[in-house]
């Protein structure tokens, strides 16, 4: 059984929305249908900054590629919010209830990721 | 000769800094050192956002995923506040300078595109 | 013993940052050194607003008012990403601990209000 | 009359919106129309800071504040594109039309308020 068998293996039994690596658990990491959405997401975005570079190419108008910039920003603001939707409802949240310092650093974390965004 | 070449020899002509088709004045429309800078820019934006695949592919931090995504953000956000100034001082100082109603609506567009920047 | 003392003898029991009446327990609200601090904050942005009033009013260069609203921007956002941080450390986490529905539902708050920054 | 003194002339007769000192002509810094709304518009913004300060005060929930520090940011965003359009279509699009380095230092200033405005 390889490796790839391995992750859907523990997928089918987690809930586990953002699928990072966000603990020693098992079960926290996992390969799941949020994550098959993600790859596809990111991959349009890749796609959508590629026709950037081509409009830039074919020297479109200015205005017409700040417009696909914009487009771009509100795609990624878009995967951004939903992973940091998922961190907290699964990696915070399981931290929190397990108790102790984890949680309190995680919220740490949240907060420097969110300003971060906010810049 | 090619229309690269035309290109290369159009853009010894003029000082035109985002290559826009911005006017129908073969001065306006050229192949810049600026437009080489704004592909190499967006080829390595291109190059973070694979980047951003393989993170989340690779059940990375969500985290490090998030700062990742700020820093495209942040990517994205330069080349659009550049193409803005080169097209200020192209498109929309020429506009203004050959007068009439030309420059008002080339001002709004402007608007509008810092309006959608700023979402 | 005064309203003010009375206060002051919660909050001598209670950790909670934000001092938001975020729950039906006492000591999720209280009169916080941090409540203080959002005050002084808020007032000093209220006096920055007014300033913008007066720069208007008295025909200040558009980029110097430009440049002063900026920097309400600015504080406002460090507000709210200090109340978000208190929010999150205290409401959130407390709610995480008592377990149940009530921790997804602060979190799902949370995503939308980090949402609505980013706009 | 020389082009300059029908720019006068016309100038005199003007709605120039932002009202703002941008240059040293009289007909350039005047108490327009836009200018009684851009104080109005400050007036109820500053009236917003001063209900998050009542909000804060009365320990209301952090989301809710939250919720009013998005609204108060838009509002401000509303008066710095209103702001930024108006001084672009008299101050910057005058300067052009002036010709000369003037209407390159405008861009130049309007170019940096917006990445102020970005951040």
Known sequence: MGTGDMNLHI??????????????E???NGYTPEKKRYLARLKRI????????RMVDEDEYCI???TQI???????KG??????????????LHAAQRGGDEAVEKLD???????RLLK
């Not at 987690?14 to 690596?21: L, N, S």
């Not at 890749?46 to 570079?53: D, I, K, N, S, T």
């Not at 914009?70 to 990624?76: G, Y």
Request: proline residues 2%.
């Open 46 to 53: 890749e796609g959508q900054v590629r026709g950037l570079h």
């Open 11 to 24: 997928a089918a039994q987690t809930d586990d929305g953002c699928g990072c690596d966000c603990s020693s």
């Open 26 to 28: 098992p079960a926290d």
């Open 70 to 76: 914009s487009a771009v920003q509100s795609a990624l």
């Open 79 to 92: 995967v951004a919010l939903a992973l940091l939707d998922d961190h907290m409802q699964h990696c915070v």
């Open 64 to 66: 017409d590629v700040l």
């Open 109 to 115: 974390e949240v907060s420097a990721a969110v300003s």
